[in-house]
């Protein structure tokens, strides 16, 4: 009698691969369609145990799973293991069939002798196995048997060198301050423009309106303001905010930087009493 397609015990985690009309004729069966290198392994092909194999054997219980091919040279055959023995314990535990029993396989490390009982010609007998660890890959197809040469091992990748520490920029928008007559941009500790300039923070004068108050008071492009009158100022908007604070007065003193040493500056703005302010720039200060 023909036993159906047989399930090779050692596996890690195969897929199936069974096409739908061989999954009809197979008996209890499954087919493992690879194994891979270093998995642990006996080298038998088994199926399950139904009601009609368990009568034909003789066996007390429907459970265990059939050898159905033993492989040459396995722990399976050094074992003593046969074609048509039921393994019915697999170091002390129960087998009830073949899925139970690859796991069993599996989670075995290789080198571990193993006990087995095992039925045969009408009655049980103990057998002692080491687990071995397939040394190729081993694909099974309802067309034969396939044995890849193992592949050689990835060489290890060289550890990556740490990145070292390095400063991201703050990027500032330049925003015009109208009421002065300047385009400025924050400096701030965390910047190195900071440092090149000598302050802690404040704006600095990245360019200077013709004809405008800051111009007329002497304002550079390199100038760093730090204080409008004794309000200190890290930012253009501010500056603004503390011109229009303070509508009635046309004279501010601006503490600046320049070269590295602080300086006053006093600038005279318009008259705004009676006046619109000039429209808000694009980026309001």
């Known amino acids: ?7 090779l015990i050692g596996l890690t985690a195969a897929g199936l691969a069974v096409a739908p009309a061989f999954a009809q004729n197979a008996r ?10 270093g998995t642990s392994y006996l080298g ?19 459970r265990g799973v059939e050898v159905a091919h033993v492989e040459s040279d396995s722990p399976a055959e050094k074992a003593g293991l046969k074609e048509n023995d039921v393994v019915l314990e697999y170091n002390g535990e129960k087998v009830e069939g073949t899925e139970q029993f690859i796991r069993l396989v599996r989670e075995t490390p290789p080198g571990r002798e193993v006990k087995l009982v095992v039925w045969r010609n009408g009655r049980t007998e103990n057998l002692t196995a080491t687990v071995g660890a397939r040394q190729s890959a081993f694909i099974e197809t309802p067309g034969g048997t396939v044995i890849v040469p193992p592949v ?10 740490p990145i070292p520490p390095i400063e991201i920029p703050r990027f500032e ?25 000598g302050v802690k923070d404040g704006v600095l004068v990245k360019s200077v309106v013709r004809n405008s108050a800051a111009e007329k008071a002497g304002l550079k492009a390199g100038d760093v303001i730090v204080k409008v009158d004794d309000s200190k100022v890290t930012s ?3 500056i603004t905010s503390t011109l229009r604070s303070n509508r009635s007065k ?8 320049r070269n590295k040493k ?23 200060a």
């Open 1 to 7: 009698m023909k036993i159906g397609i047989p399930v």
């Open 28 to 37: 209890n069966a499954r087919i493992v369609t690879i194994q891979h290198p």
């Open 44 to 62: 038998i092909g088994a199926v399950d145990i139904n009601s009609e194999r368990a009568k034909a054997l003789n066996l007390k219980e429907e």
């Open 152 to 161: 050689p091992p990835v060489p290890p990748v060289p550890p990556i060198p």
């Open 173 to 197: 928008l330049s925003w015009q301050t109208p009421l002065l007559g300047i385009e400025g941009e924050s400096l701030g500790p965390q910047t190195q423009l900071a440092d090149f300039f």
């Open 236 to 238: 253009p908007r501010e």
């Open 250 to 257: 046309t004279n501010f003193t601006l503490t600046v930087v």
């Open 262 to 284: 602080e300086m006053p500056i006093t600038v005279t703005l318009p008259d705004r009493n009676g006046r619109n302010e000039p429209p808000s720039p694009r980026y309001p």
